[in-house]
Each structure stands twice: as structure tokens, then as C-alpha cells.
């Protein structure tokens, strides 16, 4: 079956700018993560969404940094207002929740985040 | 301190030969352990998972050290292709059971 997808794979925008991430999980995974990857760094947890719960926000290094999960499905992550600093490699993982089943998170190719 | 350490290398090694690499965690409630594998400008993927007794895939060997909170992967018979960086990867069972990356150690096999 298809893995994770998101696009685009690479985004250069302007420092200011909005730019919105999309990420398509596997189908039927519950959870979905975003993380983030700087240059030579390692992965930086930004949110979680499981199911119909509230997400887990507590990675979102600033109010600028939002994400919806429509459908229990698709996910976006929107940057308001970029800066400089956001650049970066902005990875989706899903995974499927069962109580003691595997833990193992699938992940997207990541969009590549350039801002100038 | 970091939650998860390694040493960040690079390990330079010639083909054939066996290395190891380290990892320490900080959070002793940490109850899952994995080490994956990402290749230059890809995503990380699963290389294995890490049991209390030891386990073993092939070339690859991992352990854990629950009272020193240590991880460890060895690769035995090196190849051109294991180059990549490996990451040592931690899951707290809190209400988001997010995984916490090491930073990555880094592996150049040559020929």
C-alpha cells in the first residue's frame, strides 16, 4: 500500500511569507506526528494528533506554527510569518495505534523548507 | 542535557570491519527503544527495535542497558551500503508517546 506522502517535496519562500505543509499518513494510522529537521540536527518533535483528541502541541517552537488534522486523515502545517530560522526539513510520521502492538512510525520524505 | 545522546561521529571504517555505536537516554521511564536509519536526504526509517535481552538482525546486533540507560547497535561485516547515519530513538509512554531522536551518528564505510 502507498506510505506516507507530502508535498510539496521542496518550498523556497520569502522570509514573511505563509507557507502550508500537507502530509497524507497511511491509511487507517490514528496517530500522526510532525517533526522538524535542521540541517545536521537531529528530529525536533513539533505536534501529535491521535484520533479525535485534542493534539499535543507542546513541540510548536512558536505561536506562528499551527496544524489542523481534517478527518482524522490528511494534516496540514502552516508557518506564518517565516523566518529564516524555520527553514528546515518538516517530516510526517503515522503510525498506528494498538495497546501493545508495534510502535513503529512510518515517515514521509519531508518538504524541504527554504526561506530566504 | 539532552534526552538522547550519541556521539555524532563521523565513524570512518574501512569494508568488512565491525563497529559500534553508543547511545545514552536521560529519562529512565523510557520503555521503548529503536535505532533507525537515515540515508543523506531521506527520511529515517526502522532499522530495529531494542529488547532488554538483546536482539539480533543479521549483521546488526542491538543492546540495552536499562540500569545505565545505555543503547548500543554493532554492525558486524561492514558494506558500502550501511553508510548512512543511525539514530537512537526513544519512546516515552506519555499521552502523545512521541519518539525522541538522538541526534544521529554518522557512518562512512569505504572501500
Known amino acids: 500500500g502507498a506510505g506516507v506522502s507530502q508535498s510539496p517535496s521542496n518550498k523556497v519562500t520569502e522570509k514573511g511569507k505563509d507557507v502550508e505543509l500537507r502530509c497524507d499518513p497511511i491509511?487507517?494510522?490514528?496517530?500522526l506526528y510532525w517533526y522538524r529537521q535542521s540541517l545536521g540536527q537531529g528530529l525536533e518533535f513539533l505536534i501529535y494528533?491521535?484520533?479525535?483528541?485534542?493534539?499535543?502541541k507542546s513541540g510548536l517552537p512558536s505561536d506562528r506554527f499551527s496544524a489542523e488534522r481534517t478527518g482524522g486523515s490528511v494534516s496540514t502545517l502552516t508557518i506564518q510569518r517565516t523566518q529564516q530560522e524555520d527553514s528546515a526539513v518538516y517530516l510526517c510520521?503515522?503510525?498506528?495505534?494498538?495497546?501493545?502492538?508495534?510502535?513503529?512510525?512510518?515517515f514521509g520524505p519531508g518538504t524541504r523548507l527554504t526561506v530566504l | 542535557r539532552k534526552e538522547v545522546e550519541q556521539d555524532p561521529g563521523p565513524f570512518n571504517v574501512p569494508e568488512g570491519a565491525t563497529v559500534a555505536f553508543n547511545c545514552t537516554y536521560s529519562?529512565?521511564?523510557?520503555?521503548?527503544f529503536f535505532w533507525y536509519r537515515q540515508d543523506c536526504r531521506k527520511e529515517p526509517k526502522l532499522l530495529m527495535s531494542?529488547?532488554?535481552s538483546g536482539n539480533e538482525d543479521g549483521r546488526f546486533t542491538a543492546q540495552l542497558n536499562r540500569a545505565s540507560q545505555y543503547i548500543s547497535l554493532l554492525i558486524r561485516d561492514s558494506k558500502l551500503s550501511d553508510s548512512a547515519t543511525y539514530l537512537c530513538?526513544?519512546?516515552?509512554?506519555?499521552?502523545?508517546?512521541?519518539?525522541?531522536f538522538g541526534s544521529g551518528t554518522r557512518l562512512q564505510v569505504q572501500p
Open positions: 510520521a503515522s503510525i498506528t495505534e494498538i495497546a501493545g502492538g508495534p510502535n513503529t512510525q512510518y
Open positions: 494528533f491521535q484520533g479525535n483528541s485534542a493534539p499535543d
Open positions: 529519562n529512565s521511564a523510557s520503555q521503548s
Open positions: 530513538v526513544v519512546l516515552l509512554y506519555t499521552g502523545r508517546r512521541a519518539l525522541t
Open positions: 491509511s487507517g494510522h490514528t496517530a
Open positions: 531494542v529488547y532488554s
